[in-house]
């Protein structure tokens, strides 16, 4: 079932789907894999099947398994610290809980922020955090049976029949992501063999599979720091 689309998320990631998540096909299978899950758009946007996020990225990994694990009110309580302090000086807080609120207070980065913007940016402020903090702690509910791990993508079982949502670093536009895909043409062919239905994201000058324009009608639907058009590839006609 599509439910409707907010452009919300647990937390701000670079490469994120807000704004697209809708766009690419329905998934077809009671099971959801995305192998590179980042903030997991695509999984929250059909979040009442059965869900698999994987990211190779520890704290990735570690906060989807602490938000899984939390309450509303835990969530509610977590502190903003003042504007241009740096998290690590905000006191009795576990790393993943820092790792969280620098996501939080990011406008799109590959790595949590270590200090909280002033607030003169147009893209923070007091009011975005308390937005997002209580998307959060409203949502928890859709996480709570899901399966996270913390794997290479090549350790998952291709074998497996599902919807795989395959959201990988791009060729050219992911050089920014901690963990880096070493071989496109192995992750080509890794794609290839997945059972089931395969959605797999790029931008139009990746070359490691036969890439189509995600929306034809908006030609302006690009990067916001490039000129790449998003495209994707799937297994089905």
């Not at 899950?37 to 059965?50: I, K, T, V």
């Not at 998307?135 to 049976?145: D, G, S």
Request: a neutral charge; aromatic letters at 14%.
């Amino acid at each position: 079932m599509r439910h409707e689309y907010t452009g919300e998320a647990m937390f701000e990631y670079f490469g994120k789907k807000k704004n697209i998540a809708y766009k690419y096909p329905t998934p077809t299978h009671d099971l959801l894999i995305e192998p590179f899950c980042g903030a997991a758009y695509f999984a929250l946007l059909h979040w009442d099947r059965e869900v698999w996020l994987n990211d190779k990225n520890p704290v990735i990994s570690e906060i989807w398994r602490y938000l899984q694990k939390s309450d509303p009110e835990g969530i509610l309580r977590l502190p903003l610290p003042r504007p241009g302090q740096p998290i690590a000086e905000v006191p009795s807080l576990p790393q993943v809980e820092r790792d969280l609120i620098g996501f939080v207070v990011s406008p799109s980065n590959s790595s949590p922020r270590l200090s909280v913007p002033t607030l003169d940016h147009e893209w923070f402020s007091a009011g975005r955090w308390r937005g997002r903090i209580r998307y959060i702690a409203h949502n928890l509910h859709k996480i709570r049976r899901w399966t996270i791990t913390n794997l290479d993508y090549l350790e998952l079982p291709c074998g497996l029949r599902a919807s795989w949502f395959v959201d990988a670093p791009y060729q050219h536009a992911g050089r920014s992501y901690p963990y880096r895909i070493g071989d496109y043409a192995v992750l080509g062919e890794w794609c290839r063999n997945l059972r089931g239905q395969a959605i797999v994201c790029e931008d139009d000058l990746a070359d490691w599979l036969p890439f189509r324009v995600l929306d034809p009608s908006q030609p302006c639907n690009r990067f916001y720091r490039g000129n790449a058009i998003e495209c994707y590839w799937t297994n089905e006609t």
